[in-house]
Nanobody
Framework: QVQLVESGGGLVQPGGSLRLSCAASGSIYRISDMAWYRQAPGKQRELVAI???????NYADSVKGRFTISRDNAKNTVSLQMDSLKSEDTAVYYC????????WGVGLSENDYWGQGTQVTVSS
């Protein structure tokens, strides 16, 4: 079983900062892309930032210059540093991983895995 567990959400004032973390655990052979998505009430889930195993990254235009994604391949973790937060950043943030699990010593096919989500609220 592979699990992604997020932490670090909460309430912050506009202009403030938060750091989200996500740890993947379980029978993991390899993780390729890791990412953060978010979903605001009444809106579709959208990609916030994505980072490859090699460290190549991309951001949604709305967060460029404010958010920074990073990962630790040895620890199977991905983080999102969010600075200069705005009210429109309020959403549930989800961790994503493209993961190849392992069973009986054999790497299985890659699948998409999601965390349970963590609420980020930006409000005064």
């Amino acid at each position: 079983q592979v699990q992604l567990v997020e932490s670090g959400g909460g309430l912050v004032q506009p202009g403030g900062s938060l750091r989200l973390s996500c740890a993947a655990s379980g029978s993991i052979y390899r993780i390729s892309d890791m990412a953060w998505y978010r979903q605001a009430p009444g809106k579709q889930r959208e990609l916030v930032a994505i980072i490859s195993r090699d460290g190549n990254f991309n951001y949604a235009d709305s967060v460029k210059g404010r958010f920074t994604i990073s990962r630790d391949n040895a620890k199977n973790t991905v983080s999102l540093q969010m600075d200069s937060l705005k009210s429109e950043d309020t959403a549930v943030y989800y961790c994503y991983g493209r993961i190849r699990p392992v069973a009986w010593g054999v790497g299985l096919s890659e699948n998409d895995y999601w965390g349970q989500g963590t609420q980020v609220t930006v409000s005064s």
